[in-house]
């Protein structure tokens, strides 16, 4: 698209910020954008983002290409041909990235969807997200394209987890934080399109020796649902069929074992009933009459199958095409966590988490365990969340706290933590380089300062804040020494598996720092939302 | 006891501390590694299975190693469920209707967009581009390591070098010069930061990094140990994957090719698991390899 201004007409002095900040969470499978500004004081919500499919498509029965947005256009999603420029989770081809962005953000053309995401570059702001540990040469291409090739006047690029510190805690809690003040430790497991990664954050600094990366995500989940189904039916060129499958019908299992032995038909000589409450029958979409699949309950009786597939029997005469689906439903999710069972050697999901915990000092260890936010499109799977703290409950002493929780809206939590950011003036102000700085620095120092080398900035205040907090713990632990129901002492003595916790006690665990609404929220005030809470019953009271 | 046809020309008698071998009165069977160390015992078996087979069984690390194969099946599988172009797609961007500069504005606007814009790397090749640089330097994005090796050597004799002000031709002079004026971390405005804002009395502030009694709390990060972590370069992309499961977690669970159930049978053919007659039938039929009917 020709901009036909040039910069110096911008109204802009070279140093300042501009009124509207762009922030693109530019995702694998989808970008989310919206607009923020500081100037306005209205919060946003999570209705102004839009999210957009980034990828290409090639549609070889339209013989149609559609870039981006244009995808929601398309009336038949069969035989959909699909090229990502994002691979592994950073941006790779930047030929292919700039025709999406230019549909998404630069046409100032009304868009089929009425979106109004029209900008001009600079005179916007951009936050920018990437994945966590990006070589070196990709982010000095980015750079290099946001200020370039599309002119923004100022851009801060981050890894996505570290935005999400500043969305608004998904843990029930006294206190709301305002715009641009950032949780104050968090461990976040972003399960993405194309990989998982666990980040402890601090402050919304990620703690980088900490950082690690499951390579299994929704694309893995959702190539090995279609190898799955098409042992059955053919769905190897299927891939947006077999996306909406595994939303509609794929769930973590609690009991893995056990659903399996449900959906089993069995052997030769001892026939089984499979149990039709999990073995479900799914009606393909024909993009006629059916646009969307559906399932419903498995329907044993072969020649209903038969008849349906005729177009008997349903309803306007159509015929159904029914795929059936039994133990692909949970065993597909559950390689997120067991990678083994299809030979990938890494640690499964929880394994991961205590990875990553395994790097930070010990001290830190429960204050992460207990703050454990979950985000990412694949978190949307029914039971993620509670297998993901079961088997962190499992894995480490019985005393120490473990919560975890979904974000409200998994998909734009990234998103909104960026509108939060962006329209608190100062903290936006401190993060972003201008294009001017860029110009005089040169590309080292804008990566360096993208990566947080800040110099020993943190206020010295705050480690006694995080002492404080332990020694609050510390006067709980001897009261309820002697009527312990804790089990601190079994805590202690117990030998489990790698424990990574020696921490006796679940002591509460405050959060925010500001003593002007310090709440100490204890586990076991909260009630029960996303979180399967932590059953432990607490002593101490606020 | 059966491990194979009888051989009994055996001048050289070791007994091996393995489980197969078995004592027995006046003999004892040997077991020799692979049919390549000992000729006397091959038979002229090129058929690798069988000689495997015929002596004496294998030890879990001879599976393992074994496997070579069938590991190079499973990377080869995993890649293929990990990639993200559905088949090889060649799709052209078509251009968008409208555009008035056309092929210019579409090329770039400077020589550096332009090579980005053209250039057809794939992330592989970037991982690569990124792990080559740190095998030959230390990371080169400006962080800690002062790469000592990429000093040139210099000519200058021993007696007559300047000292050099850290000044290496690879650094740039960023990390050297004073830090930059760190953004401060957006908090609230707290009134007094050292009192306790829990409303415990008793609480002293200074000395409880020395709690040491029976329940031992875990201590905290100094301030310097909290900014040497938050200040740590950011990993690799392959230091950052996570590492395998630690070695003494069970095995990795097989399932049944055709149903999906525990794998419990293998196919002698194809190496592949099935969980009942019903579905090994299946599999011979239509899934087992080909060549070896």
Known sequence: MARQKSLSTTVLPPNDLASRTLILDNGAHTIKAGFSSHLSSTPVSTTSCHVIPNCIARSTRDRRTYIGPELTTCADFGDLAYRRPVEKGYVVNWEGEKAIWERTFLANAAKNDGSVLGCDPAETNLILSEAPNAPVSLQRNADEMVFEEFGFGAYYRTIAPALNAYAPSPFPSTSTSPAGIPLECMLLVDAGHSHTTVTPLYHGRPLHPAIRRLEIGGKTLTNRLKELISRTFDVHREDHLVEEIKEDVCYVSPTFTRDLERTWKGGRYDGREVDSSVVVDYVLPDYEHIKRGFYRPHDTDVMNLRNRALGIGTETGRREHVVTLGNERFTVPELLFTPSDIGMRQAGLCGTVLQSLDALPEGLRQAYLANIVVVGGTSLLPGFVARLEGELRASVDEGTVIRVARAESPVKNVWMGGVRLATDEAALRAVVVTRQEWAENGEGWVRRRFAGKKGPGIEMSTPKKLLATVATCAIPIHSIKAGAAMGARKAVESTRMPSMLSSPTSYPIRYRTDPATAAIVTPAQTPDRTLGASSDPLTTAS | ?293
């Open chain 2, 1 to 293: 006891m059966a491990t194979g046809p009888l051989r009994f020309r055996t001048p050289h008698i070791e007994e091996l501390p393995i489980s197969q071998s078995r004592q027995s009165a006046g003999f004892a069977w040997v077991a020799v590694s692979t049919a390549q160390d000992d000729p006397a015992k091959n038979w002229g078996t090129t058929n690798r299975k069988r000689a495997r087979a015929s002596l004496g069984g294998q030890t879990e690390q001879q599976k393992e190693a074994l496997s070579a194969r069938v590991q190079r099946e499973t990377e080869r599988k995993i890649k293929e469920l990990n990639s993200d172009n559905s088949r090889d797609v060649v799709i052209d961007i078509a251009k968008k209707p409208g555009q008035s500069t056309g092929g210019a504005l579409k090329a770039g606007k400077t020589t550096g967009t332009k090579k980005i814009l053209a250039s057809g790397k794939t992330f592989a090749h970037y991982l690569d581009d990124e792990e080559a640089e740190i095998a030959r330097t230390g990371r080169r994005d400006g962080d800690a390591d002062a790469p000592a090796a990429a000093q040139r050597a210099s000519k200058t004799p021993l007696a007559r070098r300047k000292p050099r002000a850290d000044s290496s031709a690879s650094h740039s002079p960023a990390p050297l010069v004073a830090p930059m004026a760190p953004p401060p971390i957006p908090r609230l405005p707290t009134t007094d930061s050292s009192a306790a804002p829990i409303p415990l009395d008793g609480l002293d502030d200074d000395d409880d990094e020395e709690e040491d009694d029976e329940d031992r709390v875990p201590r905290m990060p100094t301030s310097v140990e909290m900014d040497a972590l938050l200040n740590a370069p950011p990993l690799t992309y392959n230091q950052a994957r996570s590492a395998p499961p630690p070695a003494g977690m069970p095995p990795p669970r097989r399932f049944c090719e055709t149903c999906g159930y525990w794998g419990r049978v293998r196919c002698l053919k194809c190496g592949a698991m099935t969980c009942s007659v019903l579905c090994k039938d299946e599999h011979d039929q239509s899934r087992c390899l080909k060549m070896y009917a």
